[in-house]
């Protein structure tokens, strides 16, 4: 069985067979336990409605970096008090992205949010995830200030180099990877998957978007992780059931609260 550690099934994207898909459709394709990452504080809600509904359903809360002009400090009192419910089982997702924001000031505001969101996972002794876009360098050195106070997490979808990916496995942090691994210019995602022991890696979609080739630009589903499974069974030269296996343990392993 696989473990989706990353998936916003909130999306209006799934609209018209998110009952179908969470009640049965993914447990009939192999699919055990899923995360269901906040990114808006609306999303944090509802996705602590869709672990309440579905037994194998978690919800990770946090406020994403595109979305930090929502977040204020009766947010992050909203985060602490929700952060105890029995199915919430990260703080996430939160970092950093200087893909479109090239302003210094809007960038100094995220990294202030995603310290004090830190600051919260550290206080509640939970691990993270964090998206991080064109800002490994600043990503990096806030998680090493972490380190000695044992927060741990997933670096989600994640896109630099194999140098800096194993900088975050000497921490004991899990690499999150996805449908990108199957694209043609993957290159650097490979060369990451084959350098990081699978001991340290996690599978995600972050559906509905990034599917996996050979479903390319359509919606994405926890069911089309088959396909990342196998890639990274074909990069390793190891067994699907391995990858399944292994990286199904790493997802209890960090989400502690899902082993319940
Ligand atoms: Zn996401």
């Known amino acids: 069985m696989i473990f989706e550690t990353h998936a916003h099934y909130d999306d209006e994207k799934f609209d018209p067979d998110r009952v179908e898909l969470l009640s049965h459709l993914l447990r009939e394709n192999n699919i055990g336990k899923i ?9 944090c809600k509802e996705s602590i409605a869709l672990a309440e ?19 204020n400090d009766e947010v992050i009192e909203w985060l602490r008090q929700n ?10 997702e939160i ?42 360098e600043d990503t990096l050195n806030t998680i090493k200030l ?37 694209f043609k210019n993957a290159k650097k995602l490979v060369e990451t998957v084959e350098a990081v022991p699978l001991e340290s890696i996690v599978l995600e979609t972050d ?15 926890s069911i089309f992780l088959s396909h990342v499974a196998e890639k990274i069974a074909e990069i390793k030269n190891i067994s699907v059931a391995e990858v399944e296996n292994v990286t199904y343990q790493n997802a209890l392993n960090i989400y502690k609260k899902a082993n319940r």
Not at 147 to 165: F, L, M, Q, R, T
Request: net charge negative.
């Open 83 to 92: 952060s105890s419910n029995p199915k919430v089982v990260a703080i996430g």
């Open 53 to 71: 509904k579905y037994d194998d359903v978690y919800a990770a809360i946090g406020i994403h970096p595109e979305e930090i002009d929502e977040i």
């Open 207 to 221: 559906c509905p978007y990034m599917a996996p080739v050979p479903h390319r630009g359509e919606r994405n589903s």
């Open 35 to 43: 995360v269901n990452v906040g990114a808006t504080f609306k999303g």
């Open 95 to 136: 970092g950093l992205d200087y893909y479109w924001v090239k302003e210094e000031e809007q960038r100094a505001k995220q990294r202030l949010w995603f310290n004090k969101q830190m600051d919260l996972a550290k206080e509640l002794e939970m691990p993270v995830i964090i998206h991080s876009r064109d800002a490994a």
């Open 146 to 182: 972490y380190n000695n106070s044992h927060v741990k997490g997933i670096v989600h979808c994640y896109s630099y180099s194999k140098e800096i990916a194993m900088e975050y496995v000497k921490m004991g942090w899990y690499i999150g990877v996805g449908g990108v691994v199957t």
